[in-house]
């Protein structure tokens, strides 16, 4: 069983940045493919990021590319969001998520219990 662990979030304002941070325990989660996705009020669930195992392949959604990075250190069994130039339409809760299945396509068997980001403008 894999527990995840979201952090990072918070309230801040329009251009800024925030780095959340997706802890696992448990197991081991440096075989599993990881994502970050979102959901806004009254929206459905979304993709945000994902990354591979040993990172060598990355996704990103168009709304976000250019301003978020997703990064992961297998040996402190964590992926992290790096977001920058933040934007309204950014609020959200977020939410990452793990599966031995690329997460872009397979809807991921392990969820944390998600961060809220709030930009204001």
């Known amino acids: 069983q894999v527990h995840l662990v979201e952090s990072g979030g918070g309230l801040v304002q329009a251009g800024d940045s925030l780095r959340l941070s997706c802890l696992a325990s448990?197991?081991?989660?440096?075989?599993?493919?990881v994502g970050w996705f979102r959901q806004a009020p009254g929206k459905e669930r979304n993709i945000v990021a994902a990354?591979?195992?040993?990172?060598?392949?990355?996704y990103y959604a168009d709304s976000v590319k250019g301003r978020f990075t997703i990064s992961r250190d297998n040996a402190k069994n964590t992926v992290y969001l790096q977001m920058n130039s933040l934007k309204a339409e950014d609020t959200a809760v977020y939410f990452c998520?793990?599966?031995?299945?690329?997460?872009?396509?397979?809807?991921?068997?392990?969820w944390g219990q998600g961060t809220q980001v709030t930009v204001s403008t």
């Open positions: 998520a793990a599966d031995r299945d690329w997460v872009v396509v397979t809807p991921p068997d392990y």
């Open positions: 990354i591979s195992w040993n990172g060598g392949s990355t």
């Open positions: 448990g197991r081991s989660i440096s075989t599993y493919a």
